[in-house]
Structures are given as C-alpha cells and as structure tokens.
C-alpha cells in the first residue's frame, strides 16, 4: 500500500513540476479598449477585474478557446476573441487564430469516430488517415460489428481519392482491403471464430464544420472472400466526426 | 644623454610608425568600404544590443485532454452488485462539448436463482468477467462554481454523456448504449473529481428468452488535464 501512495505521489509531483517549469510564460501587451478575466473557462463563469489598452498580461494555459492569464497578481481566464488583438514584444500580433478552411485543405492527418449500419449490425469505427497530396491519403481502420448472432472485428486499410479537395462538402472514393474476424455467439452452439479476407469500395462526403472539426458520411461495399466456395457482400452505411492537423 | 636621445627618437619613431600604419590601414578599409559604398550602414558607431522577447504560440500549454481513472459499483442486472474499475479519456472540443472513450471492467456475481438452487451454475467463473469500452459525447450542462469557504472557490460542472460501445460478458459481446451523467469538481486547473452515473443498456439471452437489461453503473474518478 505503501508503494502506491509512493507511486501516486510521485506522479503528481511530476504534474506539480511541470507546472513549475512552465514558469517562463509569454508575455504579451493589450491592443483592445480593455480584457475581461473571467473566474472560470466558461462564458457563465463572472469577470473580476479588468485589464487595460497597454497593459502586459502572462499567458499560462490554454483550454478549449479559454486563455489563463495572470496580470498585475491577478489570474483568470479569457476568451480567445478578446486576445486575438494582442501584441507580443515584438509588436506583431499573437497567432491565435481558429484554424481555418485552409487549414481544413492542407490537413496532414485527420482522426475521427465513426458508427452506423453494417448489414443490419451496429458498426463502430476508429480511424487515422494521412493525406499523400491535396488528392490522395491513405487511411488505416479498425471497426467492430455487432450483431444478433456474431460479433466481428475489421481491421482495414484504404487508399482514398478526393476529386475536389478544395470544396466545403468535398466528395471522395475509397478502395480498400483488410480482414474480417467473426465470433459466433456461443448460445449457437459453433463457437469457431473465422477470419476471412476482405475488400471493398466506397464514395462518401467529408463536411468541413468548422475550427478542425470534419462530419463525414460514407458507404461500403464489402466483398468478404469466404472460406466456403460463396462470397458474401456486406453494405455499410456510417456517419462519423473527426479533428484534423 | 645620448642614450636618452636615442629612446626618445625611438618612441617617436614607433608613434609615428603606429600612426602610419593605422592611418594606412584606415585609408585601405575607407577605400574598400567605397568599393561597396556603404561606410555607415555596415559599421554602426554603437552596436546596440536588442533581445526581441519572441512570443512562441505553440508554447503555450493547451489543456485539451483529461485521462480519468474511476473505480466504483456495478449493478449486472440478475448477478447483483460488483465493483467496478475503469479508465477514461475525454477530449474536450469546447467549453459545452466533449468526447470521451471508456473502458472498464468488472466481474457479475451469482444471481438468485443460483443461490437458491444451491449447485447449478448459469456461468463459469470465466464467464462471469465483463468488459465493456463506449464512445461518448458529453455536454457540460451546468456548469459553476462550488464555494468551499468564503475566499475558496472550485470550478465545476454537472454534465450529460450519452453513447455506445459494447460489452464482453459470457464470453459474448453486446451492442450496449450509455447514458448519464456527471459531476466534474476542479480541485485545480489540471486536476479533477468525478462522481459519474452511467446506464449500460444491452440485450441478454443468458435466462431463457432475450430480454433487454439495464446496468447502472456509480463510479467516482480522479482525472488531469494535459
């Protein structure tokens, strides 16, 4: 018992020392009228004090669109938008921005959650995709089926190709192959797994939301080369989010 | 005297030659400099020293990921009560929203049946494991501030999560739906208190016919922020 207390005390005291070594925070001057500290990071959350045009600030942390700051002994919290106009020493303008649409065009790597229909199961999807050029990335996926009568885990890799990158609502196809690995439930007395390998092809439509935020919908056709002599094809029909850098 | 003399001729000598040389020296570099016709730019009389206090955006510490580790009570319906634990990660998207991937893991006891009936067993031991792991979306719908004393003030935030996953029980796996929710108590910026209550919906064939079950889960986590 010992040990873990050790243990858990160790790692906060790494926390702790983390923060500590933070100490060199950013400095950077007001530009607007005035900044608004806020008590906590939420728009709810009241102001109690105030910092002034040409004031200096410490920028310590950062959560969601929430900037911790602390000026003059004072530390609270605000919001991106009234940062936006700050200078740093140098006289130029924090880089705070949102990121954009054009950031959405030059993603290198998008991650994201997916779920919906697979043959009448429920599908559930991680995946990880790394653009090649604006016109072509690579995507690597694990998705777990679950039906009636089975559960099934497919791992896959896709090659996807995207016609008009620059679009808000941009259209792509995909092709892509994996495996299949079935286990039936055990009340049905077979209780072998199988795996089988898998290909499929796909069209579906990736929404830039906003800030790195992406909706996507997307269909499968999946061909799973059974052991037996028959093929089966599988459709699947998801909706997933997913963030982008 | 003549000694004298000669030290005196001799310092001067070496003054004048000094002299020469830098004034040699100087007309040199003057002519060079007019080759490339630039004398003040290149050599300013004071050098002055700036130290530009760049600001480095990247640097600033973003706190957009919470890992929590909870451990707690699980009702399987028809096995009673067992502890369960878990882990959590969440990414917080706003201030209002959140995704958060679970796991955890618990193990059912014996149903009523099973006592009562004294020998025969509905599940192995093995069988009695259950694992499950969601994906969530979560929505701070409360969120405030908790006065401990007059001067102590606690961010905190009552949340809704809803979502699905599965759950491994009886050696099978379950589609399972959740939904609950939460209290988020911020005991500082990076370090948080949960007390969570989470339904886990999932069909289940073990007795008989299939029938959907709910299984209410009360946990209380110890999460950071990184």
Known sequence: MPFYLLLIFSIFQMFAGAVVAGEQYQQVQIVDPYIELQTGSGSGYPVFYVVERGGWIEIIKRKTDWFKVRANGKTGWVRREQLEQTLTPAGKKLDIRDASINDFLRRDWEMGLSSGDYNGSTIITAYSGYALSENLSVELSLSHVLGKYSSSILPNLDLLAHPFPEWRVSPYFALGTGKIKTSKRTVLAQTDDETDTTSHVGLGVRIYLSKRYILRLDYKNFVVFKSQDKNQENDTWQIGFAVFY | ?226
């Open chain 2, 1 to 226: 005297m003549a000694n004298r003399f000669c030290s005196i001729l001799l310092s001067q000598l070496k003054l004048i030659s000094i002299s020469i040389f830098l004034f040699v020296s100087q007309a040199v570099t003057a002519i060079e400099d007019n080759k490339t016709g630039s004398i003040a730019e290149d050599n300013p009389v004071i050098e002055p020293i700036i130290y530009r206090k760049e600001v480095n955006e990247s640097r600033i510490d973003s706190e957009n990921f919470e890992a929590t580790l909870f451990a707690g009570v699980l009702s399987i319906e028809d096995f009673g009560s067992s502890g369960i634990t878990g882990a959590r990660f969440a990414f917080h998207v706003s201030e209002l929203f959140f995704f958060e991937a679970s796991a955890g893991q618990s193990k059912a006891g014996e149903t009523s049946y099973e006592r009562l009936s004294g020998s025969a067993k509905l599940l192995t031991d093995e069988q009695r494991n259950l694992s499950y792991y969601d994906v969530s979306i979560g929505y701070n719908v409360l969120p405030g501030e908790a006065f401990l004393t007059k001067n102590m003030a606690f961010n905190t935030a009552f949340y809704l999560v809803a979502g699905m996953g599965s759950t491994r029980f009886a050696n099978d796996e379950r589609k399972t739906i959740n939904y609950g929710f939460g209290y988020r108590f911020l005991a500082t910026d990076w370090m948080a208190v949960h007390a969570d209550v989470r339904d886990h919906v999932f069909d289940m064939e073990l007795l008989g016919e299939v029938k959907t079950t709910h299984n209410v889960e009360m946990s209380f986590g110890l999460s950071v922020f990184f």
